[in-house]
């Protein structure tokens, strides 16, 4: 099956990595192949040449191909690409099934898997499968394996949790596997990744990425007005606030912090020892509530003639993962 063209064509890609695009950051990624490397959009490497550049939709699809991510940009930082259709009722199952895939909270401590998945969405493994590969080009537990691997690999540069922890918040059901996998898709053990980056201080700071342009202050102009007094507070451009999480039986609670570096179109979200061990999950309720996977290019595309002064506004969310 050939793979799955990114939304923008290769020249168009090529422009946007050139330009180091930031709107352009997770709408597609670079594999070069004289390097085996693939890169997000603003990745600050020399640019590669055009003829060495293949473009993914997808972080799975390159690592599919045989790319590892880049230790520089880091593409597990991206925000995810969530394109929806109208008409294709086809794109919207496939959407449908990798956003369960992409939630833990979803499947209630049971392991994904294509027969849970079709059952959950109501068709058959087989139809998932085939629309699956048509529409992304990986099958659902590359997919899936991407995602994983892309999180443990945060895991290690960003906290100090134990390797045998970040296997298995990761999803991975047993560290054999994890050091295997991680291993045979990106070339080197994980305790190699920590030595080259972990950080050794109380809690632990993460990146996450989005799409300029944002509309900080009217972000955190909703969130001031209406926090909660004693659970949270927004000071400046900082929110701050305390947090309680049950994955697999156990409660976990602690605090988090979340600041702005706009000149890197980043959240810098710092949680407490506490919640390092669900930080996956963590990380996708600030995603939700700070709508950080938005495409601004496709909203505007449909509303901005109907609603001009909206660009850079976000629809807040919640923390409560409901």
């Not at 990595?17 to 352009?24: G, T, V, Y």
């Not at 899936?144 to 922890?165: C, E, G, V």
């Amino acid at each position: 099956m050939s793979p799955v063209e990114p939304p923008l064509s290769p020249d168009a890609c090529y422009l946007a990595l050139k330009a180091r695009d930031a709107r352009f950051d997770g709408s597609f990624f670079t594999g070069v192949t004289s390097t085996g490397i693939y890169c997000r959009p603003v990745c600050h490497v020399r640019t590669p040449r055009r003829e060495n550049c293949r473009f993914f939709a997808h972080a799975a699809q390159a690592e599919h191909a045989g790319f590892r991510p880049c230790l520089r940009c880091r593409p597990e930082l991206a925000p995810q690409a969530l394109r929806w259709s109208l008409q294709d009722a086809s794109a919207v199952l496939a959407q449908q099934a990798a956003r369960l895939l992409d939630e833990p909270e979803a499947w209630g401590g049971e392991a994904p898997s294509v027969d849970r998945l079709a059952q959950r969405l109501g068709i058959s493994d087989r139809h998932l499968r085939r629309i699956f590969e048509l529409q992304l080009g990986v099958t659902p537990m590359q997919y899936l394996q991407t995602r994983r691997l892309l999180s443990a690999k945060q895991l290690l540069a960003d906290t100090t949790l134990p390797i045998t922890q970040v296997a298995l918040v990761s999803g991975f059901g047993s560290v054999r596997r994890f050091n295997a996998a991680f291993t045979e898709h990106y070339g080197l053990s994980p305790s190699a990744l920590r030595r080259d980056g972990a950080r050794r201080e109380s809690g632990c700071e993460v990146r996450l990425g989005y799409r300029p342009p944002y509309d900080i202050d009217a972000m955190l102009g909703f969130f001031r007005t209406r926090a909660i007094e004693g659970l949270e507070s927004v000071v400046g451009r900082k929110l701050s606030r305390t947090l309680a999480i049950d994955a697999n039986g156990q409660r976990c609670e602690g605090w988090l912090s979340v600041e702005f570096d706009e000149e890197h179109c980043q959240l810098l979200l710092q949680v407490s020892d506490t919640l390092q061990g669900v930080l996956p999950l963590v990380i996708r309720r600030v995603r939700a509530a700070f709508d950080l996977d938005a495409d601004p290019h496709a909203i505007n595309a449909r509303l901005h003639g109907s609603f001009p002064l909206g660009d850079g506004l976000r629809v807040p969310g919640t923390f409560s993962g409901g």
